[in-house]
């Protein structure tokens, strides 16, 4: 490893590249001016991510939001003019078992000092142990309550393991809340009290769906249909048969996978229910309105880590669709985006990352990860120290600026993504009733 | 009356799609005696082959199908003479070719995912819009996949049965040794018959991409799917194999409406094991009689 003074950016390419991140951009840049690098090797960062498979449409979107972060924060210096160097590991969409093999391939064949990544489908705490055991800072958007309740059981073997976005149990009850908002305001009267639940067989979906069945009497709303699906399902007329002979006044899908939904929408909207409907987090990216098209709009979608409609997340928003293209989607790639600017900021401050099994040195990482309050496109990114995942706004706090956003968007136009309809102040427009409903 | 023929459209619809693809996979054991694990990437190839011109030719369904297959047929002619002939006379052909059709998969999927992207595309070559039936909104593609798969298999039974190039599939099917004997060229039979079940697994894969998205993984569920139904029928009996498939698709419809979705595969599954136990050669399969 050879030493070398840290690379300071011009003023002119620092004010073209800092764009939308500019604050922590801006801080990033300042500690690498002010900082003596210990050296000029590559910072590795690991992501294992599902670039093929039924989950390729995110995968491809965390690499993308990698890709993004890291050319911005080298463009500044990199991490105390250390370049970030991104390793992908494909998880083909599969389970723990390659996901552990990935992780640990990134970092004892890589030597990734951290892994940064989305979601896998995995049981959502698949890398911990691995990462763990390495010493080693990982940062995950799984969405998962098993992340906090591991963390909570051995604090000191997982210092180093992080949820950016808040759990799932947050999506259930949040959801309810958001309908009688609705029916508070005026904006949706149920045409009766049957709420007709939609889910998948994977632990996220199915404790959003459970979230939501176990308090939806507390809402006045009686459960019609509980249905588990196959994945991946392409035909859904005997969901649908049920769904018509029972019609609900909502219809809450927490399948999450994009083209499954397009699929539903596709269906649906044949014959459709005056039924609200509502879909997690998949409806949220562009895959699902370029599958389902125009069956796409008044469908209402919820997602604790997606992109904001204000200065900071449109200005991401535009950027990134710019680079990538129109059937890019912020939502997915501003995860991993704000992520890794987020663990460049902590590292720099700690004085930079340390390699696997460099314990001290990354604990000194992921204490200044844990005491950051970073703002990001997707929202305030502010960890629980009780389980180490993202605060959530407004079930956690009712301080928009120390919690991350559990936003509600409804797709008014499939030519654009979603109108951002709450919570408050995030909100941009206002609910519309949909084509299929009777007012 | 609105719940049963909703069943049946799904019912319908799920047996032609594994129809279209389990026909293809048991002519090629019935003739061949092998079982082609790259069966599922000759439909995904089929379904891109049509995606990928429509975007220049704007392509009208009849000729998207006609490239689906012309695709399909290539990539079966081609396992054929760069693969299969060469294990043909081997020893332990059944398994060494399973063997090498497996890697073949992997490899055509890792082309396309080369070529494409994992990014799940919508299929620009189907029908759109919807009819009514007793009251019930049924989608025009649905009834063109019915359509499709009925008129291809109808089309294989007439080959088969009535001219003389089915014959000396039969033929083959039924004794190598013999057919040679009479003059039948064996090995472009089998030529034929891998460019012919590649065509039938081409339109099977526009069909399927058509309700579902492409991807380069889009051919896995319904080669299970085919394999459990050509298990099921007898391996190897075309006729019992497009049977199964429309069965098995209305009792799967039937059982996710009646239990609920998640029970359908299942179901399939313990059916196979039962058949399995009951009738080993399968539903349609005759012991010691080589099948067609």
Redesign the interface.
Known sequence: MSDSQPKAPSRRKFLKTMGISAGSTAMLAGLNQSASAQSSEPVKIGCPAP????V??D??EFRRGLEMAAEEINAVGGILGRPVELVFVDTESKGDDVVIQAAQRLIDRDKASALVLGYNLETGTALHDVAADSGIVAMHSNTVVAHDELVRSDPEKYWGIFQYDPPETFYGIGFLDFVKGLEDRGEFTRPNNKIAIITG?GTYSTNIANAIKDNADKYGLEVSLF????V????W??????V??DEPAIIAVTHFY??DQ??FMN?FM??PTNSLVYMQYGASLA?FR??A?VNSEGVIYATVIGALQDEIGSGFAEKYVGKFGD?SSPNGGGQTYQALHAYAVAAALAGGPGEPYEEDRNRMVADRLRNLIYRGPMGTMRINPDGQSAFCYPSQTNDPSLGMPHIFSQIQDKAVGGVLIAPSPYDVGAFKLPSWMKA | MDILIQILVTGLTLGAMYALASVGLALIFGTLGMFNMAHGLFMTIGAYAAFSLSGYLGLVLPVGLLIAMAAGALIGVLTHLLIVRFMLTGPNFETNVMVATAGLAILLQDVLLKIFGAYPFTQPVKVEGTIRLAGVAITLQSVVIVAVALVLISAIAFLLLRTRFGMTIRATAMNREAAELMGVRTTRVYLQVMGLAGALAGAAGLMISSLTTLSPQMGGDPLLKAFVICVVAGLGNVWGAGICAFALGLLEATVQFEFGVRFGFPVMLLLVILVLVWRPQGLFGRERVVRL
């Open positions: 670039l093929t498979g039924i390729a449409a995968g491809i067989p249905e588990s699906v196959n991946p399902i392409s035909e007329g005997p969901t649908l048969a049920k018509r002979a994009a083209a397009a699929q269906q044949s014959q895959a370029d599958i098209g059937t």
